[in-house]
């Protein structure tokens, strides 16, 4: 075996392996065990209301690069945060789903992925959608959550008129309540944990004052660090007398623990700095036999490809009346970037075939506005040539095109569970099927003359262009004058071929060829004899063909949302 066929055989390995896995491991983007909770349309409204905690979530779009990229950062985040799930829930809403779009548009989402923090009791207003973290680092978002998380009431001063009885009665699973003591910088400098946050790098002594009382971070990052522990509450406070309710002396580095009779224990951690305090309160609740929350268990990094090809499965399997503008666009780029430019020269019919193709794409146009833009720039390009060659075409898509890039990635109603499969085939079917119902604009029957004519001269399956003319001969499409029976004519055809290649080799298992659409998907398609109802399947065509009925899910694009 040489070494061009022993690296051909092994990516078609790993390409089966890669299938296999996506189509059967159910991977997903965040995995139970990474504390993020998926909301949708269903639940988003409720559960920022709940009062509890507070929320941070992420509005994402999985086939968008940012949000790739942003995911092992985001999942190492969230696993971190379940510390603090007794205040703080993380939450992720899938912008990409068609269902969901009403919702990102409301809060004004325009990129992905956007974090949003959210109190608890969160009322939507028009002047407040939450706060917005703008950014990806870890660390600082942690932070900037942090800062957030310490205006609720959990973080509240312990006053001299409180009562540690009211802390138990309202937490009846809370053993100890420990006390932390820190005052203003300005009047106590050894609580000051110099660089810890932002706020204390550029605090001035001077704004400490009663109305904007600026404060060591150290019984913040102590209550934090502690929410692990069910048995404990921390409560901080900077009045001295607090001590005195206590009959307690002040001494530096003091920390106070109430348990629920009201005994008094004294701990004093080597150092002035929340971590020694952390530290001696654990080392306190492990002697007394009290455990932290169990940890998450370990995942093993996403497959980010395979996850998406679970939530293409997944939408599938919850929405097959829809076509996908994901498979339309594909179809369209590889038609324009691998299909055509193989073609040594275009002239005569050839010519006059890719040039009415381009016009189909130019007024009925399934693709996002900008694109739209670059094919018309096209289409007036070529309009004018008496011939051409492929590189000529490939250097005007070019210049066209430019830096535009497609935004499918992936097919989405043409997906396969097997490598070689539907992919292109299936795309170029829908892309037509589509080109019929929206064929006002164009020529009667010229979609047909454009769709044989480039399974004549462009499509390499001779077996396709065989069965194709077979058809032709049964139905000419010279007999066709009205848009209705262009599109039954297609519909015919593609249910005449899909008839003769079942059960072959080229049938997905998973997606066999069936008589479209399946009496499942139009009970009124068929009358008692199982005989089509031509009024019902012309009907059921237009409405799953029009540009209306068209998702977005797959698209890596904010403008479903944002338009």
Known sequence: MNQWQYKSDLSIILCLLFFSFGLFAKELLYKPDDNVQKLDFTTFETHLNESKAAKLIKFYNGFCEDTQRFIPVFRNLSRKLYNWIRILKVNVLDCSQDMNHRICRSFNIHKTPTLRYFPPNYTRSRYDLGIEITSRNANEIESVLASHLQKLKYFKMFAREDNVTYIFRDHTYVKYVVLVFQMCMSNFFPHWETGHSMEERIAHLDDCNEDNPVISDMGRNTLLALLRYDEVVVRVFDDHNIYNKFGISPVPNLLVIVNSAGNLLFLTPEMDTSEAYVATIEQFLKFMDHKPQSPLQKTLPTNINAALRTDIFEQLENQPHRVFRADLERAIDHILNVELPKTPLFVGKKLTVLRNFLRLLNYISPLHPEAKEKITSLYYSI??????????????????????????????????????????????????????????????GSVLLVFTGYVQFFMECTECRKKLKEFEVLRPITDLAKKDAQILWLWEAHN????????????????PKIQFPSEKDCPRCRDDQSNWRMDEVLKYLKHIYCHENLSWFGMASAYPYTS
């Open 383 to 444: 309009r004018v040539k008496r011939k051409l060659s492929g590189v000529e075409l490939k250097e005007l898509i070019w210049k066209s095109f430019k830096e535009y890039k497609f935004r499918s990635k992936l097919y989405i109603g043409c997906i396969a569970s097997r490598p070689f499969l539907r992919g292109f085939d299936c795309s170029l079917w829908t892309l037509f099927h589509y080109f019929t119902v929206e064929s006002g604009h164009v020529k009667d």
């Open 496 to 511: 005449n071929i899909n008839k003769q290649l079942a059960g072959g080799s080229t049938e997905d298992p998973k997606f």
